[in-house]
């Protein structure tokens, strides 16, 4: 493993760096951890969470997977949300997609890519329900917009799984955004699809407690 250990290295330097900014900071992070953010978004390298919001370790919780995608039968994502919502208490979940997202991207292709085909498929099932706005934009445009409309889909999902509509009826403040990131300039933009309660869902998926 010598060919890794400049990661070592560079985990030392962190290490010291991070200590000689507070000498308590890693015994405070071991005791505990109260993010206010659950950040759900793509595994892409180039979209680093903490970083590129700012944050230090401990201050946001974070699931990635290819896509940024949120589905109802991915008992990990759920899982994440459900500690997160109710054990973290967090008061807001960032679903966050990206500019040249390359799951994306493949799902607007006919090529066989494998395992990931099945998992792409649910983008795929986007551009069918999509698909007169989008033939109606130019080819460059088109992209882009898909990487948009995924991240508002995946807002929709959060507020329809039981977890976030049982914190809601419970009183619990809670916030599901929707943004998504740029690759070429490093800003994150807004999509403007935030919901705050279970009256802004759509009636077909309320959930009764």
């Not at 109710?86 to 390359?102: A, D, M, Q, R, T």
Request: glycine share 8%; proline share 3%; aromatic share 8%.
């Amino acid at each position: 493993m010598t060919e890794l250990q400049h990661l070592f290295k560079n985990n030392r330097a962190w290490a010291t760096h991070m200590t000689e900014q507070d000498p308590h900071f890693f015994e405070t992070l071991a005791a505990q951890q109260a993010p206010e953010y659950l950040w759900i978004g793509c595994a892409d390298s180039r979209v680093p969470a903490n970083e590129i919001i700012g944050l230090l370790p401990g201050q946001v919780f974070v699931q990635r997977n290819v896509a940024n995608l949120v589905i109802h039968t991915d008992l990990n994502c759920l899982s994440v949300i459900q500690y997160a919502v109710e054990v973290l208490k967090v008061k807001h979940i960032i679903v966050c997609g990206h500019y040249g997202c390359g799951g994306v991207r493949a799902s607007m292709q006919n090529q066989q890519f494998g395992l990931i085909d099945n998992w792409l498929r649910h983008i795929k099932d986007l551009i069918d329900k999509h698909q007169t706005e989008l033939n109606s934009l130019p080819e460059a445009e088109r992209f882009d917009r898909l990487c948009e409309l995924n991240v508002k889909a995946q807002v929709q999902n959060v507020c329809y799984t039981s977890i976030v509509q049982g914190a809601w009826r419970g009183g619990q403040p809670l916030t599901v955004h929707g943004w998504i990131y740029g690759l070429s300039d490093g800003h994150l933009k807004d999509l403007g699809v935030s919901v705050q309660g279970v009256d802004d869902v759509d009636a077909l998926y309320h959930l009764s407690p």
